[in-house]
């Protein structure tokens, strides 16, 4: 199994910036994709971003498209999410993690099999 640590997160003013970090443990060999999600009060998980941990591919949902940056660090096993110009609608806690399989949709939470336990990220306007 593969261990995941959040960190990062806070309370920021609209236009600022945040960057969460996601450090994993244990079968990390077995890691083929690392994304982030995220969850806001009284609404379903949804993707945010996702990187490919060979090759770097990187996905992103359109409504951070821009304004957010996946990336990682293969020799700490860590993987980023910068995250600038926030919006208030931004705010929920936010999850990594991981697949050990091929997946050509990386959307899917039901496609993860490792979760972190969250960071907060609260955006006031």
């Known amino acids: 199994q593969v261990q995941l640590a959040e960190s990062g997160g806070g309370l920021v003013q609209a236009g600022g910036s945040l960057r969460l970090s996601c450090a994993a443990s244990g079968r990390i060999f077995s890691i083929h994709t690392r994304s982030w999600f995220r969850q806001a009060p009284g609404k379903e998980r949804e993707f945010v971003a996702a990187i490919r941990w060979s090759a770097g591919s990187t996905y992103y949902a359109d409504s951070v498209k821009g304004r957010f940056t996946i990336s990682r660090d293969n020799a700490e096993n860590t993987v980023y999410l910068q995250m600038n110009s926030l919006k208030p609608e931004d705010t929920a806690v936010y999850y990594c993690?991981?697949?050990?399989?091929?997946?050509?949709?990386?959307?899917?939470?039901?496609?993860?099999?490792?979760w972190g336990q969250g960071t907060q990220v609260t955006v006031s306007s």
């Open positions: 993690a991981v697949q050990s399989g091929y997946y050509s949709d990386v959307t899917k939470f039901a496609d993860y099999e490792g």
